[in-house]
């Protein structure tokens, strides 16, 4: 069982079963919706996810045409979920919110091509210049 909330605790949530794929996203959605050079997240089956508190809503449509929708407190910022309709029944779940951060390590890195110089994370990782032709459920 995972467990992890928002910084000021309004919203909490725990999480059922073993992440499908833990990746650095480099988009520039993420660097705007973090405030960071990337997000970092771990993508459950969203069955496995209960959220306490109201988290608020941001919706938008990617490049690729998907609505990919944020779930943050509304009260401290805090983003928690993401989800993308072109990827349903999954949720990732923002990794500097998880209780058990660091019993996660990153597989991919994708969005590379829009990687600030600054942003270096390790050059071992799998890196795709975007969204890789990936669906959960596939060996990473
Ligand atoms: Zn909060
Ligand atoms: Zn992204």
């Known amino acids: 069982m995972w467990t992890g909330r928002c910084l000021c605790g309004a919203c909490a949530y725990t999480i059922e079963g073993d992440p499908i794929v833990v990746a650095h996203c480099h988009c520039l959605d993420c660097q705007r919706g973090t405030g960071a050079g990337h997000a970092t997240s771990a993508m459950f089956d969203a069955a496995g996810i209960t959220i306490t508190g109201d988290p608020s809503v941001y ?3 990617s490049e690729a045409g998907n609505t990919v929708t ?4 509304g009260g401290c910022g805090s983003q928690l979920f993401g989800r993308n309709t ?3 029944g999954v949720m ?7 209780d058990q951060a ?3 390590t990153p597989q991919v890195a994708i ?5 600030r110089h600054w942003d270096a994370v390790d050059p071992a990782l799998p890196t795709y210049d975007g969204q ?5 459920g596939d060996d990473v």
Not at 92 to 98: I, Q, R, V, W
Not at 111 to 115: K, M, S, V
Not at 132 to 136: A, F, S
């Open 102 to 104: 660091d019993e996660l």
């Open 59 to 61: 919706e938008q449509v």
């Open 111 to 115: 969005f590379a091509r829009a990687r």
């Open 70 to 73: 944020r779930l943050f407190c």
């Open 86 to 88: 072109g990827m349903p």
């Open 132 to 136: 890789p032709d990936w669906k959960p």
């Open 92 to 98: 990732a779940a923002s990794l500097g919110t998880l």
